[in-house]
């Protein structure tokens, strides 16, 4: 729904007047499900909210500023439809992502940014922002990074937002789009030693994307350096989809590693295969470790992934879904699921190392 120029926007969080070449988007995600979970201490059940996607609402805005300059917002929220809470509300003590200075909630946990696009050039943004690399594996995911078959499952230590940050996207050329981003660590007061201390804490990653067609191929790379301490975590990603009408093909590689105890590599194939209003979603991947913090080989702690899915759509708007998937944990491979809710039943207490969990999910999901 729209509100343009002739009206005041006094009941969207006082947003103020809207002025005359302003537009303002309110829209929104409902998703509920119902979700079973095998674990080493039985089958656990919940209901819970943002399966396939978060259940989340937003505004987005433009106003025209002339000669082909547009100011662009966007502030978005999740909320949990099971309990009416809102997931990614903290903000102190989720490190790394999060200013050290900060206390208090969030109020738009999912995104929160203001900039500039110029046409046919490209964007620059400040604010909470979905990183590069996440971006860029995202779309690749024949589960669309959700549900218990995400891709999140199996590919570890993958940063999907950063706050403070700058964000250049460029217009598409030719099919080819890049994007760069930065977080500084900022600075805060050591309360356990006397002055400021750096905090830590950058991050920076970049992406290259080309789609023509049927076919997208797309690279990033993350790196986030913890606070404090400074450990990095080090992520880069090659995906891919190749659709040829009767089956989507999709592939993904990921290579995760830290400055002490993670060096990992994990790849997934999978197919989408569209039936009228039905939708049949499969995929295969596998964890390889390669080294635990003393640098031992950890070749017996792999893990094999498998997901199944279907999605039947209602209409444009609204769709069910039904996903199953299973690890099978090698070794001391001790490998859990989750959802886009990240708020599953999975406790490291009840996967152990070695347990093979698995879970199904069934959901509804509307747009608005």
């Known amino acids: ?46 209901i819970g909210s943002g399966g396939e996607a978060s259940s989340r609402w937003g505004l987005r805005g433009t106003e025209d500023l002339g000669n082909g300059l547009k100011a662009v917002f966007n502030f978005e929220q999740d909320f949990d439809l099971s ?12 490190t790394p992502t999060s200013p050290t200075s900060s206390t208090g909630s969030r109020l738009f946990g999912r995104r929160a940014i203001v900039g500039l696009n110029l046409a046919g050039v490209g964007e620059l943004r400040f604010g909470r922002e979905y990183t590069p690399h996440y971006q860029t594996w995202s779309v690749a995911d024949p589960f669309l990074a959700g549900t ?85 975590t080090r992520s880069s990603t090659v995906a891919g989809t190749y659709d040829f009408k009767v089956v989507k093909v999709h592939a993904l590689f990921f290579h ?36 635990d913090d003393n640098g031992s080989l950890l070749k017996y702690n792999d893990a094999n992934f498998f997901g199944l899915g279907g999605q039947y759509l209602l209409s444009k708007r609204t769709d069910v879904y039904m996903t199953g998937s299973k690890f099978v944990n090698n070794g001391a491979a ?22 093979n969990p698995w879970s199904f999910q069934l959901g509804l999901r509307h747009n608005f």
């Open 1 to 46: 729904m729209k509100f343009q120029s002739s009206f005041v926007a006094a009941g969207l969080l006082a947003m103020g007047a809207a002025s005359a070449q302003t537009t303002v988007t309110l829209y929104g995600i409902a998703d509920g499900n119902v979700r079973f979970d095998h674990t080493a201490i039985g089958t656990l059940k919940s």
């Open 334 to 355: 001790a490998n859990v699921i989750g959802d886009n809710s990240n708020n599953g039943l999975f406790t490291a207490a009840n996967v152990p190392p070695g347990f």
């Open 83 to 94: 309990d009416n809470s809102a997931p990614q509300g903290n903000v102190a003590g989720t």
């Open 256 to 291: 995760t590693k830290n400055d002490t105890t993670t060096k990992q590599n994990a790849y997934s194939v999978g197919l989408t295969v569209p039936l009228q209003s039905f939708r049949v979603i499969g995929v295969v991947g596998r964890i390889d470790n390669k080294y």
């Open 148 to 232: 218990v078959a995400r891709a999140t499952n199996y590919a570890v230590g993958n940063a999907t937002r950063f706050d403070n940050t700058i964000t250049i996207e460029s217009a598409s050329f030719a099919g080819f789009q890049a994007k760069g981003q930065f977080r500084p660590g900022e600075s805060t007061t050591n309360s356990t030693a006397s002055g400021a201390v750096k905090a830590g804490g950058n991050g920076y990653g970049a992406s290259l994307t080309y789609t023509a067609g049927p076919a997208y191929v797309g690279v990033g790379y993350l790196s986030a350096a913890a606070p404090l301490d400074n450990n990095t």
